[in-house]
Each structure stands twice: as C-alpha cells, then as structure tokens.
C-alpha cells in the first residue's frame, strides 16, 4: 500500500525568509512524487515532480524539492518566499511497482502563509 | 481554454434531489477522476475511469455514481443528495507518468 504524510498543516514564514513544506512517503516500489499548489477558490496545480534522476527537482515559480529515499521524504523548499506563495500545498505519491494502479494518493494538504 | 473544465461551478441544492456534475478535458488523456475536498482531508477519489470501457471505484464512492461519455467527458451524480455530500469536487485527468491536471472545481452545497 502506498501513503504519504504532511506532518503540518500549516507553515508560516516571514517573506523573504525560506520555506520548507514537509512531505514523507511509504511505497512498495519506487515512488512517484509530485507536489501541487492551490490557490484560493482554483483547482490544483502542478508544482514539480520526482520519478528518476537527480534527487534535487526544480519547478515553477522558484520551487524546488529534494528527494531523500533514506529518509523517505520529498520537501518542497523555495530560497526566498513571496507573500504571492500564500496557498495550499499538496504532496502526492504512487507506487512505481509494476501491476499497480498508478492511481496517486494525496497528503492532507498545508498552508503556507507568507507574512509581508 | 482551460485544459479541464467543470460544470457547474457552484451549485446549492436540496437534500434527496439528483444532481449531475460535469467534466471536459482537452488533454487527449485517457484516464480521467474525480475527486472530493473537504477541509482537513485533503483529497480523496471518488471514482476513476482508465477509458471509455474501463471504471473504477475509488476509497469514497458509497452514494455517487459515473458515467464515462466519451475519452473527453466524465460525468459524476448524486443520486439522492444528503448534507454530508457538501464539499469542492474536483475532475482530472493525466496519464501514468505525467502529473495530473485539475478541473477548477465545483462547490456544492446540500441543504
């Protein structure tokens, strides 16, 4: 069975300071990560993603997140936050183990707010 | 154009009524969702379709039901609204490599 854990549901940062949003997984096989972000009253957007290759992803609007298989993470970290930042992110995950769905679970969610 | 979209974008109605929520997608995706959001539990699917032929039920499909028009269009209905089905609702679709592409969402409250 696949999983993944947002352990905050809510981040605060200074703007300007660093951010980090923490997500942690549990896969059979090689996962799959993804992170996305949604703004107030839209969909979800795709931020990034993780499948193979360099354990450091970038991704739209200055994010970026580090793959640890060690330590089963996939935190998403942005250098310098914008109060324009301020949303809801999601972490999601499937397994990469042939004869699966390839269907994604998703974490509960966190909100960053970016205080001016 | 938006890649996914969702009729309706917000609608109330009344408890035991049928409501039918719509889904388009312009993606050329085979696989298409649909998804609830309720604050706290994140995401949680409700029902997914691979192709036209090929529907599945996800972790909450107790009360709804699916219907796969065509690869572009995945309808989803209540067919007797309750209170507790008040949530956002959300239709992707994506293919098993790509990330997933989200509809705006519809809001839906039952009275």
């Known amino acids: 069975a696949q999983s993944v854990a947002q352990p905050e549901d809510q981040v605060n940062v200074a703007e300007g300071n660093p951010l980090t949003v923490k997500c942690t997984y549990s896969?059979?096989?090689?996962?799959?990560l993804f992170w996305y972000v949604q703004y107030p009253n839209r969909g979800l957007q795709f931020l990034l993603k993780?499948?193979?290759?360099?354990?450091l992803v970038k991704g739209s609007y200055g994010f970026e997140a580090e793959f640890n298989k060690s330590q089963t993470s996939f935190h998403l970290k942005k250098p310098s936050a914008l109060v324009s930042d301020s949303a809801l992110y999601f972490c999601?995950?499937?397994?990469?183990?042939?004869?699966?769905?390839?269907?994604?679970?998703f974490g509960r969610g966190t909100s960053l707010i970016v205080h001016p | 154009d938006a890649d996914v979209t969702q009729t309706p974008r917000n609608r109330i109605t009344k408890t035991g009524k049928r409501i039918m929520l719509e889904c388009s997608q312009t993606?050329?995706?085979?696989?298409m969702y649909w998804y609830r959001q309720d604050p706290g539990l994140g995401l949680r699917l409700i029902y997914y379709?691979?192709?036209?032929?090929?529907?599945n039920k996800g972790e909450i499909s107790d009360g709804y039901s699916v219907s796969r028009q065509a690869q572009a269009k995945f309808s989803l209905s209540l067919e007797s609204a309750i209170p507790n089905q008040t949530a956002l609702y959300f239709c992707a679709t994506g293919s098993p490599v790509t990330a997933q592409y989200f509809g705006p969402g519809t809001r839906l409250t039952v009275l």
């Open positions: 999601a995950v499937r397994d990469g183990a042939s004869g699966g769905s390839y269907i994604p679970t």
């Open positions: 993606k050329g995706h085979d696989r």
């Open positions: 993780y499948i193979t290759g360099d354990n």
């Open positions: 379709s691979f192709d036209v032929k090929d529907i």
């Open positions: 896969v059979s096989g090689n996962p799959y």
